[in-house]
């Protein structure tokens, strides 16, 4: 079918439209200037919280430097320490472990939150504004709630699964740690109070910047997205948005690689989510820009803002009016080499930890299109070349193991502080139990205040029980999640490979128990999905809990034997998923195979040993023998006849570890590969 006949082209209307295309070019350009005043403002009104934060946790670990130095500064070394010096230390611990909270949990969030919420709003209708000035037409503008606005702000879709006030709390956590660390460090090396003072306001002065960056950035986004909305909901007037980077020396290459491209009106939103190095904001201090593309009017003769005479990548030059359409354009008139700067570009500016490679840019695109992050691009590649060798899964295991610590590193910090902070917190409360018990002790009974003062310490030790259980309790969950982070995170890297999990049971045999049953359940969350459904099709299970588990593969159709030991249910769960490793063993072809290959190469030339050599009370028969190796555990190379028929326990002790955490596999990376390029590959 023949397409639609162009209109004649008219050298008024063409003009008239460029000059459109300017106004609105230069409104957007003018709330650039506005976001960096309330930039500025944001960084005015939280200056003084971190001023405030490094000056009194700068004297509370003066003081606790204070309790343990002599008068010379020399760290003192006799043990006990004086009663009176150590209430001091402990008074000032507690006091050190609420500061460094209050860091961590300052009011910020909140400040950043309405400030974001208002950028957002206040861009949509600055936009709209300027929209309908440059079109000279009706256009729509949507209402608003908060809800809406705080659906788009906390909505994690970033690449990196974190929302902004997620990045805030790290950013925090991390220099609360940093605090910590200075504490160590000043006592290690016996510091005097102004090195202890001038540290801790470095430190608090980075926390500042760093607070003021992120704000200037999510802002940034913010107004992004409220541009966004406002232009969605106008897409019978525009045919997409152009990418605006701001004309000078400072403007990053990438942003000024972009300049000009056109792109979908709902890219870069969670319904479209923008690529690695073509993202708004690009990068920390970002000041690119949406300009919309009035529809059926093209870019031509209009003028943009950009610097001129005196712009250097230090100082900003002259304001000028310039016809260039795009950076390139501009860099030519102004004899900038956009090659030599793009080649000299340093990506980890826009590209977060996780994204490696070059960044493609994709122009204007009609329909969504899923964006898939490089780590995750490079595992497929591999899985679709096949892996029919231990080395091959290593390679698979090497680009989703460092997906994996990346993911786990950026948790563990605030984790880690959560629980020093607990501890902090439940020493403190213990430490006033004892002296408040001692000094009840004390006392004589003829004393004539005794009888009083006993019933005011009885009341006073119920609550203070009370607060120090909960606080107990509260701890114990920290470090079980601390514990179990790793393997969380593992199980949703491997589900952006492959489904992972399932609620259905298998069949059971009569007399199974019922905790066996409710521990195989638990465990089935960490293995993939299509081998569930080959177990659960392949036999029935005999599930029964016994002093110690084993599993025993009967033919299919057949009874086996999934027998786990245990007390607690999180026992249970990690010997049910210890024991899941020799069911699949079983029933998934391949993996036997695998670990012996990576067997043999592990314990090449190492001869046989009783497993319990050398242990005082080890419990293994002497018939239970294994090669060493430099394993983690002697028992993951335990022998049962080293065919590729035969069971081993490589993968079934590497998933226990990677998902349970019974042994730091992250500390053996050849091994943490072998096991997750398995579980992603078979």
Request: glycine share 6%; proline share 4%.
């Amino acid at each position: 079918m023949a397409s639609n006949p162009q209109p004649p082209k008219k050298a008024e209307l063409d003009k008239a439209i460029a000059d459109r295309e300017a106004r609105l070019d230069a409104h957007v350009n003018k709330y650039n200037d506005i976001l960096d005043k309330r930039a500025a403002q944001y960084a005015a009104e939280i200056a003084p919280f971190w001023q405030r934060a490094g000056k009194v946790i700068g004297e509370e670990m003066a003081k606790i430097v204070g309790e343990i130095v002599d008068a010379n500064g020399v760290p003192i070394r006799r043990q006990p320490i004086e009663a009176a010096k150590r209430r001091n230390m402990q008074r000032a611990l507690k006091h050190l472990g609420k500061l460094l909270r209050y860091v961590s949990e300052a009011e910020q969030p909140d400040k950043l939150t309405n400030n974001l919420a208002y950028t957002y709003i206040d861009s949509l209708y600055f936009n709209a504004f300027g929209l309908q000035e440059a079109a000279q037409t009706a256009i729509f503008t949507p209402v608003v709630t908060s809800a809406q606005i705080m659906g788009v702000l906390a909505n994690p879709w970033l690449p990196d699964g974190n929302t902004y006030s997620q990045r805030l709390r790290a950013n925090t956590a991390f220099l609360g740690l940093k605090m910590r660390e200075a504490v160590e460090e000043a006592i290690q090396k016996g510091w005097d109070t102004p090195r202890i003072a001038r540290r801790i306001q470095d430190i608090a002065r980075e926390g500042y910047h760093n607070s003021v960056r992120l704000a200037r950035t999510e802002m940034n986004r913010a107004a992004g997205q409220g541009a966004s909305h406002l232009f969605m909901q106008n897409a019978d007037l525009l045919e997409g948005k152009r990418w605006n980077a701001t004309l000078d020396s400072k403007t990053a290459p990438k942003d000024a690689a972009n300049d000009g491209k056109i792109y979908d009106l709902a890219y870069d939103t969670p319904e479209m989510p923008g690529i690695p190095g073509a993202r708004m904001p690009n990068h920390p201090h970002c000041r690119c820009k949406w300009t919309p593309k009035l529809a059926s009017l093209g870019v031509r003769d209009g003028e943009r803002i950009a610097r001129g005479d005196g712009d250097t990548q230090d100082a900003f030059g002259e304001r000028i009016y310039t016809k260039a359409k795009d950076y390139q354009a501009y860099a030519k008139e102004r004899g900038i080499d956009l090659d030599e700067r793009l080649r000299n570009d340093n990506p980890s500016r826009y590209l977060r930890r996780n994204e490696r490679g070059p960044a493609q840019v994709i122009a204007k695109a009609t329909t969504a299109a899923a964006v898939i992050a490089p780590w995750l691009a490079e595992t497929k590649q591999l899985l679709g070349a096949g892996v029919d060798s231990e080395e091959q899964a290593r390679q698979v295991g090497d680009v989703v193991r460092k997906e994996l610590e990346r993911r786990v590193a950026e948790v563990a910090p605030a984790l880690q502080l959560r629980i020093d902070l607990l501890t902090d917190e439940a020493d403190a409360l213990y430490e006033e139990s004892r002296e408040k018990t001692d000094a009840i002790l004390a006392m004589a009974w003829s004393d004539p205040n005794y009888n009083e003062r006993y019933k005011e310490y009885n009341t006073w030790s119920v609550e203070n029980s009370r607060q120090l259980t909960a606080k107990r309790q509260e701890l114990d969950t920290a470090k079980k999640a601390l514990t179990r982070l790793r393997g969380e995170e593992a199980i949703k890297a491997l589900a952006e490979i492959r489904p992972m999990g399932s609620n259905k049971a298998h069949n059971w045999e009569s007399g199974s128990h019922t905790k066996a049953k409710d521990a195989i359940m638990r465990a089935q969350r960490y293995y993939p999905t299509d081998w569930l459904e080959k177990s659960h099709s392949f036999n029935n299970l005999d599930a029964k809990v016994v002093s110690r588990g084993y599993y025993s593969g009967g033919l299919k159709g057949h009874i086996a034997d999934f027998k786990i030991s245990g007390s607690t249910d999180d026992s249970l769960t990690r010997v049910s998923v210890h024991e899941f490793g020799h069911r699949f063993e079983h029933v998934i072809p391949g993996i036997k195979k695998l670990e012996k290959e990576f067997y043999d190469r592990r314990t090449a030339g190492e001869s046989l040993e009783w497993l319990g050599e050398g242990l005082a009370s080890s419990g293994y028969a002497k018939s239970e023998k294994a090669r060493f190796d430099k394993f983690l555990s002697r028992y993951m190379g335990k022998d049962y006849g080293n065919k590729e028929t035969s069971y081993f326990e490589i993968f079934t002790m590497g998933a226990e570890s990677v998902f349970t955490g019974s042994y730091k596999i992250e500390s053996d990376p050849d091994y943490y590969n072998f096991v997750l390029g398995v579980l992603a590959s078979k």
